[in-house]
């Protein structure tokens, strides 16, 4: 297969969140993700771990703005503007979000977690454990990330 | 959009390894990800961060894989049967790679890492750098898992 060739994914399931706007943000949150029915056996075994990494499809983004290269982080002029991987950036050529969320409840096909910043409605395209291999220690970021985070801290 | 409607994406790069078969899993070999000339830019900054989360798409996973909804862990009988989204067996619905890595150069369109357990070839979808937030401390796994890993330490 050339690298170039397209790549088709079908969506798992769907988030259900009552959270509109920025309250998506909050970590203390919690949301519903309802696994396809036909999946719900490929769930078996999860409760397990307190942990899991969900990828979802960011399906408000156009196909314009996944032309996007630079971008100031949160739209911010103040700082600089960088290349889309170098952030957490929605616009991206393959608008994919990743999250860390907390396991509370596996139940059927229905996953409660906390943390998962994504609307309602957004398809979800795959949910992996979470393990201590997916960290680095001392991990080094930029200076305005830094600045950013501490600013999220304060608010 | 239905959240069953398919999502197309398209590779932003490719997988440069010397590294065959089990030589992938080696987390102190480094391998390249070159990544499209026309995305370069979208790179810049990434050098500030010292550690990168890397999407990739595992390419020879058949479609008929990707409906295995259920697996031993890494084919051990002796392990419980268990859900696909319980475990990162590379079978899954929408075969995604996720690996954290460290970012050890970044020159025009090439990422020199340590640690991409993806063989030649491999098509990458996107990059994100890495922070603190992506982690849990304490983070709870089960018995099948802690045994796995234990053993892969004594390897």
Redesign the interface.
């Known amino acids: 297969?050339s690298?170039?060739?397209?790549?088709?994914?079908?969506?798992?399931?769907?988030v259900k969140t009552a959270a509109i706007d920025d309250e998506v943000k909050d970590k203390t949150r919690t949301s519903q993700i309802i696994?396809?029915s036909e999946?719900a056996?490929?769930?078996?075994?999860?409760a397990?771990?307190?942990?899991l990494?969900v990828?979802f499809?960011l399906?408000e983004i156009s196909d314009e703005q996944r032309k996007t290269?630079?971008v100031h982080p949160r739209g911010r002029r103040d700082l600089?503007?960088?290349?889309?991987?170098?952030?957490?950036t929605m616009l991206?050529?393959?608008p994919?979000g990743?999250t860390?969320v907390?396991l509370v409840k596996a139940e059927g096909n229905v996953l409660t977690v906390r943390g998962l910043d994504a609307f309602d409605?957004t398809?979800v395209?795959?949910?992996?454990?979470?393990?201590?291999?997916?960290?680095?220690k001392d991990?080094?970021?930029?200076?305005?990330?830094t600045k950013l985070?501490s600013e999220k801290a304060q608010s």
């Open positions: 297969m690298s170039q060739a397209e790549i088709v994914l079908k969506p798992i399931g769907v696994i396809n999946l056996e490929a769930l078996e075994g999860i397990g771990f307190s942990h990494l990828l499809w399906h290269w630079k600089p503007l960088l290349g889309v991987f170098a952030t957490r991206r050529p393959n994919l990743l860390m907390e409605g398809p395209i795959d949910i992996k454990p979470f393990d201590s291999w997916d960290t680095a991990a080094r970021v930029p200076t305005w990330w985070e």
